[in-house]
């Protein structure tokens, strides 16, 4: 199997709390995703980091990649209630093909 | 801003029955695919399209499962003989190139089998 295992499978926290999720996998990929899904409907794409870089940055959202490690981690600073959703992350890797490899996500919960 | 649509939103089918899951990807990509989701379960990769004929698929897409580009925008998904198991969460996603992009995803189809 590609992928490893996400943690924490939930996860509860405060507005206005920073939460940090975790995702590790397996083999060597050529980029990590993360993916945002609300109860019941599709996914969407919220940041791509390359197997080159070690941190990304897109608004609230930062990124962490270490390769070393087969590890990558999310933080959502400044949480808000609408935040509230579950968190994949997903790997590609060419010895795989171009798929989407899903990890088991986290269900984050922000309470306002 | 562009994004894949799907129809229908949810499909009630009896086991054994042909069902055809529709997607419309957005009109300038040209990478193609589907995921299911079975309920409290991954996201689980079926199959990629490209040029006209499937590039990977996965075990789980078997002799039951086809796709078909029929026309220019839209992409099928067609399940031959459902069984309950294929009850699911379709998601239809395109993608511009091949590598180092990120997939856009449809809303989903919710496939029940009874």
């Known amino acids: 199997s590609q992928q490893g295992e996400e943690d924490p499978q939930a996860l509860s926290i405060q507005e206005g709390e920073n939460a940090t999720m975790n995702c590790s996998y397996k083999?060597?990929?050529?980029?990590l995703q993360w993916y945002r899904q609300n109860s019941g409907r599709g996914l969407v794409h919220l940041i791509l980091i390359r197997s080159n870089e070690r941190e990304k940055h897109s608004g609230r959202l930062r990124v962490t990649l270490d390769t070393s490690k087969k590890s990558s981690s999310l933080l959502i600073t400044a949480s808000r209630a609408a935040d509230t959703a579950s968190y994949f992350c997903a790997t590609v890797s060419m010895e795989y093909g171009n798929k989407l490899v899903f990890g088991a996500g986290t269900i984050l919960r922000v309470k306002s | 801003e562009p994004e894949v649509t799907q129809t229908p939103s949810h499909q009630v089918t009896q086991m054994g029955q042909e069902v055809i899951l529709r997607c419309v990807p957005i009109?300038?990509?040209?990478?193609f695919y589907w995921y299911r989701q079975i309920l409290g379960q991954k996201v689980e990769f079926l199959v990629s399209?490209?040029?006209?004929?499937?590039?990977?698929k996965s075990e789980i897409f078997d002799d039951q499962f086809s796709v078909e580009r029929p026309d220019g925008s839209n992409f099928t998904l067609k399940i031959r003989s459902t069984k309950l198991e294929d009850s699911a969460m379709y998601f239809c996603?395109?993608?511009?190139?091949?590598?180092?992009?990120?997939?856009?995803f449809g809303p989903g189809t919710r496939l029940t089998v009874t």
């Open positions: 996603a395109s993608s511009p190139r091949q590598a180092l992009v990120e997939q856009y």
């Open positions: 009109s300038n990509h040209l990478y």
């Open positions: 399209f490209y040029n006209n004929e499937i590039s990977e």
């Open positions: 083999t060597s990929i050529n980029n």
